[in-house]
């Protein structure tokens, strides 16, 4: 037994006390680690995946960018196959250069392109293949602490061929659920998360372009759109929040901290990232973790295109969300 009075200030902390530090991942450093990879590591069963975790230095022992999140630069090979499996856990994938890999997701197949966002909800078979002759890179999103920290993990091989080596322009799940502001009657999800795999930059482009120029946006120049459920309009993923965020050149978000933590990527443009007491100069492709309760706010050289993710989904179910300007 221990005794309350000699623990309460450590038990009942006045503010958050994360366990994670600001942390940035450099573009530059991570493709050419990823590329070493694809000469020297195979992919096939045991493995399943040639990703590359980043950890978060404060985080010691476990490739976690954050206590809740985890991200990694996924590298496939030409002509090459990521054999199927499936998994408690919750993943995306995010594009940042590239296409021609397929990511098969209970047997429907979806196309990965520059900008893309594309889903794997929990427990969802899914695989991926190259069909050209180059390499390809993303970075994968997973929720793989938090479940860790729940003892809820289960994994789960899928066969060794690939279901279908289909390349359809557009998924089934696209031509059901992908039409803005209309559900199918007839369809219902098979899980929370949403039932629409893949959602295509051309479309966050034109949402975020439309935001600046009716100056509909979050702050002057700051405009930004939230990834949802088309059949709950609630977040796509049930335990991660994924946004696309457009700053004008010379603009700024607004100083504020949340209570969960985020991981942003770079998708275009330069500017600096201030992350608790650090200054990051940010570029296409460069990641950074912002830890929970950190005060953040990201400036834009040019125009600045930034895919956010985070745990905030968690925290709202929990009631423990909170949010303050600085």
């Known amino acids: 037994m221990t005794p309350l009075w000699t623990q309460r200030e450590d038990l009942m902390t006045e503010s958050p006390r994360p366990k994670a530090v600001p942390a940035l991942w450099r573009w530059s450093t991570l493709y050419p680690l990823a590329e070493r990879a694809g000469e020297l590591v195979p992919v096939g069963r045991g493995g399943e995946r040639r990703a590359i975790a980043l950890r978060n230095p404060a985080i010691p022992g476990d490739p976690y960018a954050t206590p809740t999140l985890w991200a ?5 090979g030409p002509r090459e196959v990521a054999p199927s499996h499936r998994h408690s856990q919750t993943a995306f994938r995010f594009v940042v250069e590239g296409e021609g890999v397929w990511t098969n997701v209970e047997g429907d197949a979806v196309a990965m392109r520059r900008g893309d966002l594309l889903l794997t909800p929990s427990w969802h078979f899914h695989e991926h293949h190259n069909t050209t002759d180059h390499p390809m890179a993303w970075i994968d999103g997973l929720d793989i602490p938090l479940v860790s920290k729940l003892d809820a993990g289960f994994f789960e091989f899928g066969p ?18 992908g039409h803005p502001g209309l559900r199918p009657v007839g369809a219902q999800p098979r899980s929370a998360s949403s ?35 088309p059949a709950t309009g609630g977040d ?46 940010v570029a296409t492709g460069d990641l950074f973790a912002v830890p929970s309760w950190a005060p953040l706010r990201v400036e ?27």
């Not at 060794?160 to 659920?177: F, H, I, V, Y």
């Not at 933590?261 to 443009?269: E, I, L, R, Y």
Request: glycine residues 6%; hydrophobic residues 40%; negative net charge.
């Open 72 to 76: 990694a630069i996924q590298y496939l």
């Open 160 to 177: 060794d061929r690939l279901g279908t080596t289909e390349t359809p322009a557009r998924s089934r799940n696209e031509r059901l659920w």
């Open 195 to 229: 039932p629409l795999a893949a959602y295509r930059w051309e479309h966050t482009d034109a949402a975020l372009a439309a935001q600046l120029e009716l100056d509909a946006t979050v702050t002057p120049g700051h405009a930004a759109v939230r990834f949802t459920n």
């Open 236 to 281: 796509a993923l049930t335990t991660i929040r994924t946004e696309m965020h457009r700053l004008r050149s010379g603009h700024a978000t607004a100083a504020t901290r949340v209570v969960g933590s985020a991981v942003w990527q770079v998708f275009a443009g330069t500017g600096r990232a201030h992350v608790g007491d650090q200054t990051y100069e």
């Open 300 to 326: 834009a050289d040019d125009q600045l295109d930034a895919f956010r993710f985070s745990d905030d989904p968690v925290y709202e179910a929990l009631g423990l969300a909170r949010r303050e300007d600085v």
